[in-house]
Nanobody, 120 residues
Framework: QVQLEESGGGLVQAGESLRLSCAASGSIFSINAMGWYRQAPGKQRELVATITSGRSTNYADSVKGRFTISRDYAKNTVYLQMNSLKPEDTAVYYC??????????????WGQGTQVTVSS
């Protein structure tokens, strides 16, 4: 059993910053990629940023230069630093992790989601 616990969402004004955290716990052998996705009302879930076990990162064009993904490998935690937030960043943000369990099965796991609301 693996759990992803997210924290850090909230309500901010445009131009402000937020930092999201997601900690993985449970029957973990190793973690491959971790990332953040978001889903706004009436829209499909979209990739925000990912980071691999080799520290390679990938960002959606809409957040490049404003968001930074990082990872604490010892704590099995991924972070998303969001600066210069815009109203269009408003969404539920979901953590994702590709994890090999102690039985060496590999699955994609999702967090429960955290709301980010940016007012204009």
């Amino acid at each position: 059993q693996v759990q992803l616990e997210e924290s850090g969402g909230g309500l901010v004004q445009a131009g402000e910053s937020l930092r999201l955290s997601c900690a993985a716990s449970g029957s973990i052998f190793s973690i491959n990629a971790m990332g953040w996705y978001r889903q706004a009302p009436g829209k499909q879930r979209e990739l925000v940023a990912t980071i691999t076990s080799g520290r390679s990162t990938n960002y959606a064009d809409s957040v490049k230069g404003r968001f930074t993904i990082s990872r604490d490998y010892a704590k099995n935690t991924v972070y998303l630093q969001m600066n210069s937030l815009k109203p269009e960043d408003t969404a539920v943000y979901y953590c994702n992790a590709n994890i090999a369990t102690r039985t060496l099965s590999v699955y994609d796991y999702w967090g429960q989601g955290t709301q980010v609301t940016v007012s204009s």
